[in-house]
DNA sequence: TTTCGTATGTGTATGGGGTACACAATCAAT
DNA sequence: ATTGATTGTGTACCCCATACACATACGAAA
């Protein structure tokens, strides 16, 4: 009897594959993280050091897929129990035209499953930047963060599937609080009004924002923030753990835009 | 040459249809309409009299999957050029463990590519009911609508696929008018208002959501409605089609909870 | 030590919109 | 003509979103 989750590797994958894994159908990950006030996202890069991509997977045929999208999250960041979101199913039939010449090539000389059409399921996530170890999987050079807003042109549709995860994201900030995902355990105002002005794109006002945050009784206040910046030390704040679980169940609103 | 996108009927569909169509991912639309002061939602009867199940169906190995959807919601009640929504992807891998017992023991005897697992990409659609003729597909008895709160036991995970469709159109009712899809061209304020307590599941203030409804500035009122009712009669509105693009350009917002 | 630049900490005033609410008018049925 | 049920309409209140200014703290440079 067929092991149901074998550990392939190399030529093995390309051509035995499609027996554990489902066919026409794929996961990619946008994974956000914020550092040095920054939103960033997480890309690999392909072995021709030339190419970079979302980190993806495939759905082994007895996995849901959003334990799939789970299982490609932690091999990439080591990280699980995550905010994950599916957000949108990518299913333009020509979506690998946006594949370079010699992949095309390959495409057209061979049959491997891999090279057929996929369907991809889109997740977002957002994590801690400082507790991701990212790490390359077996078909990349390697796996870093960059810039949201200085991402290269990437392989397929994958700009296109970014573009519609930062939409999804902004629609879902006035019901998440992401900063607790985003942020390390203690943070500063400043730092979390940057990591909404970054997703929303635009400024937002100090004081309106931080009364805001305040009023929702989900943060704690701390002592003074030590010698940092180069300017009046921030305090620092962390979400208290009873609190926002109590207000997520009654379904709290941020009515920021 | 094969065609690629031929007319199969019967043990044809089953036996090649894997040739034409992608396997292992499928539509379902969930269907929306408004009667009789009750939001519908258009199902079908499978040819043994018993089970129910959305409208759904497969995607062609060359096509688009929203064009996938667009044509089954086009083969099920005559309708194109509507407002359709990809909401979410299922991909619990026993799906099919919802099956009836019979469908279960053809499962294991036979090894058509329709009895494999299926990923399915759930769309909905609001549309105007007195224009919809329903049509049942090849493996149906019948096709008709059902009150949105009456809905049976369905087949697979289709009472799960409706329940976030739901949850799904409530989301959006803040960002689109759906009284434009869900009503005829002309209808009164009651009847809006209706349409708006069905979806949300509760009651909601007359004069507020009339004031609402038409500080959005694009209602016309028309003159009264005949006679109808058994009581006082309502104006009859519509949309204004100039102002409502111009508005919906502008990305208005009903605020409504 | 002093000065300067820059970012942080804080409160108030205003306006718009959401919400609650009551009474007069109309139509059909009796 | 009366009754019952539904529609049409305006006002008052309150909360929240927004705009806005000055004092304070820290590091850097003189």
């Known amino acids: 009897m067929l092991k149901k989750r074998p550990n392939l590797a190399g030529n093995e994958f390309f051509e035995k594959g499609h027996l554990y894994f489902l066919p026409h159908v794929s996961i990619d990950n946008v994974i956000f993280g914020f550092h040095d006030n920054e939103l960033k996202v997480l890309l690999l890069e392909w072995k021709d050091h030339h190419n970079w991509c979302l980190p993806g997977g495939f759905i ?39 594949m370079d010449t010699v ?20 997740f977002w996530a957002i994590v801690e930047f400082s507790k991701v170890i990212p790490e390359p999987d077996e078909f990349s050079e390697s796996c870093r963060w960059w810039d ?10 994958h700009n296109l599937i970014l573009e519609k995860a930062v939409q999804s994201l902004r629609l879902n900030l ?5 900063g607790k995902n985003l942020l390390p355990p203690k943070f500063t105002m400043p730092e979390l009004q940057r ?13 309106n924002l931080q009364k805001k945050m305040l009023a929702l009784n989900i943060l704690e206040r701390l002592q003074e923030r030590k010698s940092g910046g180069a300017h009046k030390a921030p305090f620092l704040y962390r979400f208290d753990q009873r609190k926002y679980e109590k207000a997520m169940k009654q ?7």
Chains 1, 2 share one sequence.
């Open 174 to 178: 006035n019901d998440y609080p992401v």
């Open 195 to 207: 990591v909404y002005e970054t997703i929303l794109g635009k400024n937002l006002d100090r004081r």
């Open 60 to 98: 082994y045929r007895d996995e849901h897929i959003e334990d799939a999208a789970i299982r490609v999250l932690k091999s990439r960041t080591g990280l699980d129990n995550i905010y994950l979101k599916q957000f949108n199913t990518f299913g333009d039939p020509v979506r690998h035209l946006g």
């Open 103 to 122: 992949t095309q090539k390959k495409r057209s000389q061979t049959s491997s499953w891999v090279l057929d059409r996929f369907v991809t399921i889109g």
């Open 251 to 257: 379904g709290l609103k941020f009515g920021l835009h």
């Open 148 to 157: 949201i807003d200085k991402v290269p042109t990437l392989v397929l549709d």
